[in-house]
């Protein structure tokens, strides 16, 4: 009896300070570039570890005045959006269909679709190029919408389709008995039950768009550019100036760490929904 | 009106037929209940009234007109689940008013009936609260009201009281057939429970496998049993099977008596056995004799002060005029 209550008072001490630990650990590089990028660019490059110096909102002021901040971060509102309304647009009904009319086939779509994330990227890169330039939607908003849509559409359904699966079929079939439409089924069944879910599914595919880069990056110029790009193209033939590069990082992910901290709470439970059950 | 006519219906999962080619008449305001073991079918063939999985083949019929290819929510029919299938995110009072909302009838209708069914049912006082903070017989209460509220052609029950205790069961069993006695309506209930079929039905649909075993009264199924499987599977406890020498005496090859119909005493009677176990209800004693040489084991039951220990010799009595007859085949000989 001792043995057990000593390990369970050790695991009670140790738990939090691993956590703290691993807390910290990742917390680091976006503490140390929130630092950065209140240094002079010639602060930023010292080599020894600068915890104390005299801040400078220079670079912050720099990135409004002379890179457009603000376009590029509308920009990421807009794409990020729509992509995600209509990535739940076209995800409901489709995890709808395959959690509650399964047909003989609908494990291997689902295979099939997650298949389609082990692409890489890069070999479709030319012809994506290609195609868009000659088709006329080379850095437009609605290119951006569709591609960010489309590669997270496999990722909403399978999540969408997990928490579905969750809901008795009896209640949708209550449904059916009780005259509801199939319209009708969704919307007042299937949205109600499932509302955490859904919300932490357009959560997270709202933060993929935000973060996406390797698409947004080389199917942009100027004008359906996100902050990826606004980030990449503070590559200078000079050099890097680590403080400006990191008061534009730190602006472009600053948007999105405030909405992870705010709906941390609905990102964990929607992650492990269906867990532990 | 409830009239509902299956005509050759069938289905089938794949390559596996569920329900052969199957004829059945509900007549309308009938009390049917469709009764088997499980895997017999029979919650297959209310889904296929209910519309809630599609035949293979055949006809339903419901009130003449032709409701094969009609979808659930046109058949004019109400069903109750085994899990009550209420909408957790809306309160009772949501709940029951949700088919008549769908149907886009007036508020102040809706309000009215579904005060209406709540007061039938007991449910006024818990109109405000989700199903979550009910009992289950109070779900299953609400589950009813959201079908009568619909004054439906028929009420389907897919085994509406499997999930309750006992006692409660007792009680919503009389609280269902009073509501049939009430309204009238065609209802169709499935259950595995042959004394809630016994106690409910007008009709009784035995199922095995998928066929219809045999269709009846209960007292027509408790007396004139068709077959062995409807004879072992109606009455509780179940019918003695008697084979060899003592059935050919009768002239047949199997011979069923219940075990009510046997008298249990010390020194009369023409069979002989050991009593085994004997299960004290208080009105009546199931003894279970052994040793007798005419079945492993022959159930006899017995008014509640016969007094026979473990291991003592008794002999038995059957009423001849009711010892049931069943050939090679295992039907019943006239």
Known sequence: ?277 | MGRIVLENVTKSFGDAQVIPPLNLTIEDGEFAVFVGPSGCGKSTLLRLIAGLEETTSGQILIDGEDATQVPPSKRGLAMVFQSYALYPHMTVRKNIAFPLRMAKMDQAEIDKKVEGAAKILNLADYLEQKPGQLSGGQRQRVAIGRAIVREPAAFLFDEPLSNLDAALRVGMRLEISELHNRLATTMIYVTHDQVEAMTMANKIVVLRAGHIEQVGSPLDLYRTPRNLFVAGFIGSPKMNFIEGAEAEKHGAKTIGIRPEHITVSADTGPWEGTVGVSEHLGSDTFFHIHNSGLAETITVRADGEVGFKHGDRVRLAPREDVIHRFDAEGLRIA
């Open chain 1, 1 to 277: 009896m001792a043995i057990v209550a000593e390990t369970s008072r050790f695991s009670k001490l140790s738990r939090p300070v691993l956590a703290w630990i691993v807390g910290l650990l990742f917390f680091f590089p976006i503490f140390w570039m929130i630092l950065t990028s209140f240094k002079t660019d010639a602060d930023a490059v010292k080599p020894e570890f600068l915890l104390f110096f005299t801040p400078t909102l220079e670079n912050y002021l720099n990135m409004t005045e002379n890179y457009d901040y603000w376009r590029f971060a509308t920009n990421s509102v807009i794409t990020s959006v729509f992509a995600t309304i209509f990535a739940l647009a076209v995800g409901i009904p489709c995890a709808y269909a395959m959690a509650f009319n399964p047909s003989r086939s609908t494990k291997d779509v689902l295979m099939w679709m997650l298949s389609t994330k082990m692409l890489p990227a890069a070999a479709v890169l030319y012809p994506m190029t290609f195609l868009t330039k000659s088709l006329g939607i080379f850095d437009t908003h609605f290119l951006i919408v569709l591609v960010l849509m489309l590669i997270n559409l496999p990722i909403v359904i399978w999540m969408l389709f997990t928490y579905f699966k969750e809901i008795p079929k009896d209640i949708i079939e209550a449904g059916q008995m009780d005259g509801v439409s199939t319209w009708g089924e969704v919307k007042e069944i299937l949205i109600p039950l499932a509302w955490g879910g859904i919300a932490s599914t357009a959560l997270l595919c709202f933060i993929f768009c935000w973060n996406e880069a390797y698409w947004t990056v080389r199917l942009t110029t100027t004008e359906a550019a996100t902050l990826s790009k606004l980030i990449e193209g503070n590559r200078a033939p000079e050099g890097l100036f680590f403080g400006r590069l990191s008061a534009v990082s730190a602006a472009a992910v600053g948007p999105i760490i405030v909405l992870g901290w705010f709906c941390q709470k609905q990102l964990v439970q929607g992650l492990t929904f269906g867990a532990v059950k």
